[in-house]
């Protein structure tokens, strides 16, 4: 014969030992969920610092359009004036161009760092051959492997 659980009153409710099994559970799943999170906000983060190197890059071309193919004077501040979308400083959580260096008449380097600063992505155009990087250089980030994007 089975034993009864007898409450008194007529109480329903949940035992002390189901409320732990479900604890249990749920504790095993955000273990396992929340560093799959994680990793994606990392790929979001260095999404955004990739495509904004991307639009310094195109706008770096418009710059050089205007000014006979040269990229001499390139600064931060003017690719702002080409794509306003461009920021040049960290704040409001967005990734922003870091430098602009080696401006020359054949080339320029453009770096931007990723919203939370641990990242970094460089577009580097010398003599007509664009080469991309990246630190750190680790595979488990979302859009650096092997030091390239």
């Not at 794509?83 to 080696?102: M, P, R």
């Amino acid at each position: 014969m089975r034993a009864r659980l007898i409450r008194s009153g007529g109480e329903t409710g949940f035992t002390l030992l189901e409320m732990l099994v479900v604890i249990l559970i749920v504790g095993i799943l955000a273990t396992i969920a929340l560093p799959s999170f994680l990793n994606q906000v990392s790929k979001a983060s260095d999404a955004s610092a990739q495509e904004l190197a991307h639009q310094a890059q195109l706008a770096a071309e418009t710059y050089a359009t205007d000014n006979d193919g040269s990229y001499s004077g390139l600064t931060a501040a003017a690719l702002s004036r080409y794509d306003a979308t461009i920021q040049t400083s960290a704040g409001n959580g967005d990734a922003y161009v870091l430098s602009v260096t080696n401006a020359t008449a054949t080339g320029y380097e453009v770096t931007t760092a990723s919203p939370n600063g641990d990242a970094t992505f460089t577009v580097n155009r010398s003599g007509g051959v664009i080469t991309r990087s990246c630190t750190p250089a680790d595979a488990v980030r979302g859009g650096c492997v092997d030091g390239s994007w």
